[in-house]
């Protein structure tokens, strides 16, 4: 299941696949280096509810493979095959009701922007499609979120007979370094500038 789709479902959340194939447009990355783990945030960073998993050292699927999307086709998108390192730390709240997920990626010189803009295709391929009886939808809340430097996201599953399920993705870039950090709803927008602003800090 794509990660930003158990994202959606586990909290029921969207975006991350547990252990992904190597195909032909991961050649890239293959030999990946193992990244630092450094610029990942803490449990504490989210709240004071939150436990973190250690972090992942091996390359991390790319956040916002949508394969449920009819849509969605893998090689369209070839800048997640030209990542050099990949990090990533999940998270859960203290009582099991969600998680959250926190990747960052390296990639190849040009091709941070060039992942930008292979997210943007995806979120307009893949705004809206069925799964399992509900309806995923990804809303762009605001494109020049941080001054320019990120994507603010909000995705939702619609429940027939449940309360929707709406999630927050956050992705900054800074210079060949992209961080993506997904997230529950908090229920507040000053919780998610809050930790925005820290995932950016974690960059150095």
């Not at 990244?35 to 956040?63: C, I, K, M, N, Q």
């Amino acid at each position: 299941m794509p990660a930003v789709l158990s994202a959606l479902l586990a909290m029921a959340a969207g975006c991350h696949r547990g252990e992904p194939g190597v195909g032909p447009d991961e050649r890239h990355t293959a030999n990946a280096e193992r990244g630092d783990p450094s610029p990942l945030l803490g449990a504490g960073e989210l709240g004071a509810d939150w436990h973190a998993d250690d972090a992942r050292t091996g390359l991390a699927s790319w956040p916002w493979e949508q394969d449920s999307c009819p849509n969605y086709k893998s090689s369209d998108y070839p800048a997640k095959s030209h990542r050099r390192a990949a990090v990533e730390r999940y998270y859960r709240l203290s009582d099991g009701s969600s998680s959250a997920h926190h990747v960052v990626e390296t990639y190849e010189p040009g091709w941070a922007e060039r992942n930008v803009d292979d997210v943007r295709r995806v979120l307009l391929r893949c705004a809206t499609y069925p799964v399992l009886g509900s309806q995923v939808s990804f809303d762009v809340v605001d494109p020049q979120y941080l001054e320019g430097s990120g994507m603010l996201v909000r995705g939702r599953i619609a429940h027939a007979d449940t309360p929707n399920t709406v999630t927050y993705f956050v992705m900054v870039k800074r210079g060949e370094t992209v961080s993506t950090v997904r997230l529950p709803d908090p229920g507040s927008q000053a919780v998610v500038d809050s930790i925005a602003a820290r995932a950016v800090a974690r960059l150095g």
